[in-house]
Structures are given as structure tokens and as C-alpha cells.
């Protein structure tokens, strides 16, 4: 076999292979003569079909099948061979015929980059720490609560909190709606689901009221010809209604799954609950930090532009309804945030090499039960990840991305930063 390597990129190779033909022709024999054996076609007895028939009905089949075979060993020899670590599988051209008493092709692929040493100590990290308080859970209960209200009927004016029924009409313009009667809607007043201006008008009326007055509609309003527009709003209040929470007692226990309704048991669960949210993502927290750090520390890093380009994709989908494919000028936008993903990506799994960190299975198995555990059956679930190997891969991954990231953090110039829970699970946007 002979193999030369051509350099057509900063990180694009393009590998000749040269085997010889007598190689393939051997092999096809062989494969030939092995179906002689076992073939049954009608008209002939078993292991009795002639060679000629074989080739005729199975010889294009064959040379095809042995060509890739082929191919494929001395490919994973040649890149052996040349010290090459592909990103994908290359781009193969041949055409399969001998020249000279041998066949070639060459296969177009990209490399891994040459990684620079990581100065960790450098990376100035602010590790996030918090845990969850008395305070907290109480604070969630409350929230559950909230989430499991009844609504009663009232004849006073309403008020924050309270649910209206009211029906309506805009008129902006020459423009009304609805076309002809009334639409009816309902909300709860300072929940968000209505614009501020709306809840402003519904605020202390009482069922029965009608009346007219001009509201500001919002520029991003669904209806685009009331968007942006200040338009004389009819309403008809049907029913105000306010909230009556349920008691914390053994029956609203039972709604999360404590069967006996005890207490005690269903606040360490919601404890637990809440620990488990923090963990996770005070994780997340730091590994995005952690790569950001050293996606800045080496932007100039080389890497291979499939990588980039695919992870690009994956960022401007998420932009477009599930199913369709972005528009180019979405993943053109989403590159610079996407090859800095792939920096990060890369530099994270050399480190793990270099270090020689073994995949934490008492870690992996931590997180197949948290994730599970957010399900109905977690049995199911874990049985899931376990019997489906890409599934498993991805979780591997993401349990080794946090080793790497707390390694970092070990090894950084790192300080801890205080925050409460609320601040850990609700951040304000700056």
C-alpha cells in the first residue's frame, strides 16, 4: 500500500492510497467462491451454482462490496499510518478501476488542530455557590399553591390577582375587531398574560360593568393591525373572581406523590427537589464559564470548519420552528457564537486527554437518576439511556464536560461567588 498526504488547508488533508489491484481481484474470488457455497437461486442444487452464473446475477454486487471494504481498512491503516486524527468521515473518490496494477482513491477529510498548552492557572474563574434555605422552600410551597388555586365568584371590584371574564371590541381606524359582536377573554390580573394597559382597564371594575375607553395597544400585539395602535376598546365585564389557595395539609401533600400525606416527608421532598435544580445548574453555571474562559484565552485556535458549520446549524435552528431548516443568513449570524463553541469544545476534550480524567461513574449514575427522576416511570427511563448507546454517549459527555470543568476550577485562579438561590435559578438580565 502506498500513501501520500497532500495539505489543501490550514487543517484540510487530502490522503492518496495506491493498492494493489491483484489485492481486490483475490478477494473478490474469494467472495465469489464463499457464495458459491451458500447461495441458493432456483433451478440449482445448494452449493452446486456454477461460478459464471454467480458472476453474472452477483459480480457488480460483489466488486462494489469489496471495493468499500477495502477502502475502509486501508483508510483507517493510512491514517494510522500518517499520525492523522479525522473530525468526520472524508469525502472518497475513485473510480474503482486498476491503472498500472493498482487501484487509488484519495479522501478529503480535516484534522484535529495542534492544541496549544493550556495555562490554566491563568483563567480567572468566579465559581457560583449557594444552597438552598428554610426560606427557599417555603417560598416554592407558596409558588405550588399558587399553581393549585381555585377561583371563587366575588361582586366586588377586582384587583391584582383576581381572574376577570370580560368580552370586548377595538376599534382603530377603519379597523375593528372582532368584524362584527364581541370577542371574550379572560386572565388573571398582573400575571403577565395581558399587556400592562389592558390590566390597568380591567383593574377595579366589578362583573356586570361596561364601559369604553382608549387603550395603547403594544407594538408587538399578535393582531398587527391593532399593534402599535391606540384604539377605543368596548368592554363587558362577566365575572370577576379571586384566588383561594389550598391548605398545606396531608390531602395537598398527596397531589406531589406522598401517598401517605405526611408532611415532614413532603417538604424533604420539595428540599430535595430544589437541591437538586441548584446543583445542576450552579454546573451549568460554572461549565459555561469555564469554557467561555478558555474559548477567550485561545480564539485564535485553528478548528476544523465542519464543526463549526454544524454547530451553527444547531444555533440558528433554534430560531425556526422545529422541522425546518434555517435560513443561510441565520447560520451565517450564529458562526462567530459557533466556532467559539467548538473552541471550547476541543480545548475542554484535550484537556480531559491530557490529564487522563476517567469518566466519574458514580457521577454519571447521579445524573441518569436526576433526569429520570423528573419523569413519571424513572425505571423507564433509566432503562432508556441504558439500552440506547448515542443517548448514553451524550450523557458520558456532559458528565465529563463538568470533570473537566471542576478541574479547571481546582486549578484556576478561582474564587467563590455567594448568591442566593433566586439568584442562582432567576438571574436578572443585566
Known amino acids: 500500500m502506498q500513501v501520500s498526504v497532500e495539505n489543501v488547508g490550514k487543517l484540510e488533508r487530502k490522503l492518496t492510497v495506491k493498492f494493489p489491484a491483484e489485492r481486490f481481484e483475490s478477494q473478490v474470488s474469494a467472495r465469489i467462491a464463499e457464495m458459491g457455497r451458500t447461495v441458493r437461486l432456483k433451478g440449482f442444487r445448494p452449493g452446486k451454482v456454477p461460478t459464471t452464473v454467480i458472476q453474472q446475477r452477483f459480480g457488480a454486487q460483489v466488486r462494489g462490496e469489496v471495493l468499500s471494504d477495502l477502502i475502509g481498512s486501508t483508510l ?240 440558528a435552528a433554534g430560531s425556526v420552528p422545529r422541522g425546518q431548516q434555517p435560513p443561510p443568513q441565520l447560520v451565517e449570524a450564529a458562526t462567530p457564537m459557533a466556532r467559539k463553541r467548538v473552541i471550547a469544545g476541543l480545548l475542554m476534550s484535550e484537556l480531559a486527554r491530557k490529564q487522563e480524567l476517567k469518566l466519574d461513574r458514580i457521577r454519571l449514575a447521579e445524573q441518569l437518576a436526576a433526569i429520570a427522576s423528573t419523569y413519571e416511570e424513572p425505571e423507564k427511563v433509566i432503562e432508556l439511556y441504558n439500552s440506547d448507546p448515542q443517548l448514553m454517549s451524550g450523557l458520558q459527555n456532559r458528565v465529563m464536560e463538568d470533570q473537566v470543568a471542576l478541574w479547571v476550577a481546582d486549578h484556576a485562579k478561582t474564587t467563590d461567588d455567594k448568591l442566593s438561590f433566586d439568584e442562582v435559578m432567576r438571574p436578572v438580565s443585566a
Open 76 to 315: 483507517r491503516d493510512a491514517v494510522n499510518q500518517e499520525n492523522l486524527r479525522p473530525v468526520a468521515n472524508p469525502a472518497v473518490d475513485t473510480t474503482g478501476q486498476p491503472e498500472n496494477g493498482e487501484i487509488s482513491y484519495t479522501a478529503t477529510f480535516e484534522i484535529m488542530p495542534e492544541f496549544p498548552e493550556v495555562d490554566v492557572a491563568a483563567l480567572e474563574i468566579q465559581r457560583p455557590v449557594a444552597e438552598v434555605t428554610d426560606a427557599d422552600i417555603e417560598k416554592m410551597i407558596e409558588t405550588l399553591r399558587a399553581q393549585r388555586r381555585s377561583f371563587d365568584d366575588v361582586s366586588r371590584a377586582s384587583a391584582e390577582g383576581d381572574f376577570v371574564m370580560f368580552e370586548y371590541s377595538a376599534v382603530a381606524g377603519d379597523y375593528r375587531f372582532p368584524a362584527e359582536g364581541l370577542e371574550r377573554a379572560g386572565s388573571v390580573l398582573g400575571s403577565g398574560t395581558l399587556f400592562k394597559a389592558l390590566d390597568e382597564a380591567l383593574t377595579g371594575r366589578s362583573a356586570g360593568d361596561e364601559f369604553d375607553t382608549d387603550v395603547a395597544f403594544p407594538a408587538d400585539f399578535r393582531n398587527e393591525s391593532l399593534a402599535g395602535q391606540t384604539a377605543k376598546v368596548s368592554f363587558k365585564i362577566v365575572k370577576v373572581q379571586e384566588p383561594k389557595l389550598p391548605t398545606v395539609d396531608g390531602e395537598f401533600a398527596k397531589l406531589f406523590g406522598i401517598v401517605d400525606g405526611d408532611l415532614e416527608q413532603f417538604h424533604k421532598e420539595v428540599r430535595n427537589n430544589l437541591e437538586r435544580e441548584l446543583k445542576a445548574t450552579l454546573m451549568a453555571r460554572l461549565k459555561s464559564q469555564v469554557a467561555e474562559k478558555l474559548a477567550d484565552a485561545h480564539d485564535g485556535l485553528e478548528v476544523p470548519n465542519i464543526m463549526v458549520q454544524s454547530e451553527a446549524q444547531q444555533l
